[in-house]
């Protein structure tokens, strides 16, 4: 993902969070594989990135440290463009894995979602449009930029700046106001597929949202006693 890959992602971020009823009344026609899955992946790679130099502060950069620790002057210059070089890749190794990681799980917890919710839809009115309500959702996606935030706490309760309780307190009130967000967008994206009334698709698209809900408890579940071990 190059400069303008980055510039052309957060150019459409601006225009969802900010007129999320404009955004998707002109959504482009077309195949899911070409936009909209495009964003979907620069987003989960941005996300990895800000996951990578978090996991690299929190444990990677002192075990680097240790390995140079008590060498001092000339030594040090002569180790430095090597001990860089160490860093970079062992960035590089934890922002590929980890990329590849998040647009897995994200992209196909997105396609399961959107396909339940174009059958729910499709059992009320009788219309299915899977590839509009997957493309919807994949620019939904732009509701993973507040776990960013997320990782900024945990970098935080590492430093002891903030205790793990606090931290799960302010994760819990980012993903509330995540999947409130994208609960709004997806009833806007229904509404505007399946041309149905506005408290319909509130309603019917809280089916897809609970099921959202019920596969971050899942993950929150196993995750949160390594992520407590790493961090405390």
Do not use: H
């Not at 994208?182 to 949202?209: C, E, N, Q």
Request: proline share 2%; hydrophobic share 60%; with cysteine.
């Amino acid at each position: 993902m190059n400069i303008k890959g980055i510039k052309d992602y957060f150019a459409v971020w601006r225009k969802i969070m900010a007129r999320p009823i404009y955004f998707y009344t002109f959504m482009e026609k077309g195949d899911w594989k070409d936009r909209s899955i495009t964003f979907l992946l620069a987003g989960c790679w941005i996300l990895a990135a800000a996951l990578s130099l978090s996991v690299f502060v929190i444990q990677l950069v002192w075990i680097l440290l240790g390995l140079v620790s008590g060498i001092t002057g000339l030594k040090f210059l002569i180790i430095l463009p090597v001990f860089a070089a160490l860093c970079s890749m062992f960035l590089l190794i934890i922002f590929l894995m980890t990329g590849v990681l998040i647009f897995a799980v994200v992209f196909a917890a997105l396609i399961f979602i959107a396909l339940v919710n174009d059958r729910v839809f499709k059992l009320y009115c009788g219309k299915s449009d899977i590839k509009e309500s997957i493309k919807s959702f994949f620019y939904s996606s732009c509701t993973l930029s507040f776990l960013i935030l997320v990782i900024l706490l945990t970098v935080f309760v590492k430093f002891k700046a903030m205790s793990f309780q606090n931290f799960m307190t302010g994760s819990n009130i980012i993903m509330f106001v995540s999947v409130l967000y994208a609960w709004g967008l997806w009833s806007i994206a229904s509404r505007k597929i399946y041309k149905t009334g506005k408290m319909i698709s509130v309603f019917l698209t809280l089916i897809p949202v609970l099921l959202m809900i019920i596969l971050i408890l899942a993950a929150d579940y196993k995750l949160l006693p390594a992520l407590e071990r790493l961090i405390s």
